[in-house]
């Protein structure tokens, strides 16, 4: 198993999120950064596209979810985002990083991180 890693750094994406009546009524940025730990070796042999995790499939698919609906809580799209990409694509660890930018004013951002394995198949 390598080290390597692909990341997708800041993402925006307009989304139906929130807990407060004003959030239901308004789109709002959300931030999406992910890392995605995938053996980059036989891409970089083949230099082959077929050999390597496509980035616009990733957004694609990151996007698909934040606009599937209205999303209530950040924890909710970070952990539906790591499981679409989980069962997506051939990767054993995830990191999924979501915020709202500014949110609370004053250039506050709040962010939820998590982190995810694929679950081992017997």
């Avoid at 931030?31 to 980035?55: G, I, P, T």
């Avoid at 997506?88 to 004053?106: D, Y």
Wanted: aromatic share 4%.
């Amino acid at each position: 198993m390598s080290d390597d890693y692909i990341e997708i750094q800041g993402l925006e994406i307009d989304a139906s999120i929130g807990v407060h009546g004003f959030e239901q009524l308004l789109r709002q940025k959300v931030r999406v950064c992910v890392r995605l730990a995938v053996d980059v070796q036989q891409a970089a042999r083949s230099d082959q596209l077929e050999d390597a995790v496509n980035y616009v499939r990733v957004v694609e698919q990151i996007q698909a979810v934040v606009q599937t609906g209205h999303i209530r809580l950040l924890e909710t799209l970070a952990e539906r985002i790591a499981q679409g990409l989980l069962q997506e694509f051939a990767l054993n660890w995830i990191r999924v990083e979501v915020s709202k930018p500014h949110i609370l004013g004053r250039g506050v951002d709040v962010r939820v991180v998590i982190e995810r394995r694929r679950a081992h198949e017997h």
